[in-house]
């Protein structure tokens, strides 16, 4: 039997770029799970691919069918539209974040994904946790260093 799992995920940074954060809020049944985390210099775009591909990576097993909801445009289109995989097809030839959508490919393809985009700050209970978690995960005195930025 596959497991249904619903992923909302956010991306914050202050300054784009700036210290960011990501926020996760992973539901399954009765089973809810929150993730967050923050980077010292970082961008609002890398938070939200890093926040899908954290909600993704925290799945205990293969082939979910898995609804991710977003805010993120970038990240929705990228995928529903299937701009993503010509991008592959071209190594990424130009392409921001290339480190993460590799790592994000890697994820999708053990899964059976479709992405929802949600307007963000429309009351959307779950979309406003991640908002929080992810603003509060940028604001943390102990950032971590996005290791890929940068490099593309």
């Known amino acids: 039997m596959q497991h249904k799992v619903t992923i909302y995920t956010d991306g914050a940074a202050s300054g784009n770029p700036g210290p960011g954060g990501f926020g996760v809020v992973l539901l399954s049944g009765k089973h809810r799970k929150e993730l967050s985390e923050g980077f010292r210099h970082t961008t609002n775009n890398r938070m939200e691919l890093l926040a899908v591909i954290s909600g993704l ?20 289109d990228a995928v529903e539209k299937k701009w993503v995989f010509a991008w592959e097809k071209k190594g990424f030839a130009g392409k921001k974040n290339p480190d993460l959508w590799r790592r994000f490919l890697q994820v999708f393809r053990k899964h059976q994904v479709r992405f929802v985009w949600i307007k963000g700050h429309a009351a959307i209970p779950e979309n406003e946790r991640c908002d929080s978690l992810a603003v509060a995960a940028s604001q943390k005195n102990l950032l971590q260093e996005d290791v890929g930025y940068g490099n593309d």
């Open 57 to 76: 990576e925290a799945l205990k097993s293969e082939n979910c069918l898995v609804t991710i909801y977003t805010d993120s445009k970038y990240v929705a």
